[in-house]
């Protein structure tokens, strides 16, 4: 079946650095979706991605869509501790990736 | 006004026992599903059902038994609970199953934390 597959599986970063987190299907996607789970909650919706190509930005985090349709990136700008959590690609078939867990140092 | 309510919060029983989970949306949404959350965080989708026909049932143990009464809601049940069963447990719903045709996704329950002694 499609695995979506996620790096890294871990990142550390001080507050104001930047991070990016990678999702790669094995197959093409019909659509990408982003969440996040702060520690201790649950995952929420962030974006969806359909086109080929797409890049949509939300604030300090932008997103993309590869013109293959079979990867996906999370760009986030100068971090912020608010942004702890764990970030999850989802592909089309209800398969998520395995997550990045991000930590920010203050 | 919660939009995905699961009960109970937290679960902590014995080896052998059986537990049930519930889950109730109140989104209007035609899909739900059922995923487990491992220590490493990884998620994994056991269930899911359309308008309370399964549609998806990933290689679980028939141990576990969801039930949907009506499209609102979506029970789990699990006999002879086992230590591996030990997990976050989080119920979602979705309004479609392709969802590439809107642009909403998952919305998650709170999860339960269920730890098997």
């Known amino acids: 079946g499609q695995q979506v597959m996620q790096i890294p599986q871990y990142q550390h970063v001080q507050e104001g650095e930047d991070f990016t987190t990678y999702c790669n299907s094995s197959?093409?996607?019909?659509?990408i979706q982003w969440y996040k789970q702060r520690p201790g909650g649950h995952p929420v919706f962030l974006i969806q991605?359909?086109?080929?190509?797409e890049v949509k930005k939300q604030k300090r985090l932008t997103f993309q869509f590869g013109e293959a349709k079979k990867n996906s990136s999370l760009h986030i700008t100068a971090t912020q501790t608010t942004d702890v959590g764990t970030y999850f690609c989802?592909?089309?078939?209800?398969?998520f990736g395995e997550g990045t867990q991000l930590t920010v140092n203050p | 006004d919660t939009a995905v309510s699961q009960t109970p919060k937290y679960l902590v029983t014995q080896m052998g026992n059986d537990k049930s989970i519930k889950c109730e949306q109140n989104l209007g949404h035609d899909t739900m599903y059922w995923y487990k959350q491992d220590s490493k965080k990884f998620l994994k989708i056991m269930f899911s059902?359309?308008?309370?026909?399964?549609?998806i049932n990933e290689t679980v143990p028939n141990r576990f038994s969801p039930k949907s009464p009506d499209k609102a809601h979506l029970n789990l049940h699990i006999n002879s609970l086992e230590l591996g069963d030990s997990a976050v447990y989080f119920c979602?719903?979705?309004?479609?199953?392709?969802?590439?045709?809107?642009?909403?996704?998952?919305?998650f329950g709170s999860g339960t934390r269920l730890t098997v002694v």
């Open positions: 059902y359309n308008n309370k026909e399964l549609i």
């Open positions: 991605l359909v086109k080929s190509g």
């Open positions: 989802a592909g089309t078939n209800k398969t």
């Open positions: 197959t093409t996607l019909s659509n």
């Open positions: 979602a719903s979705s309004q479609g199953i392709q969802m590439w045709k809107t642009n909403y996704g998952y919305t």
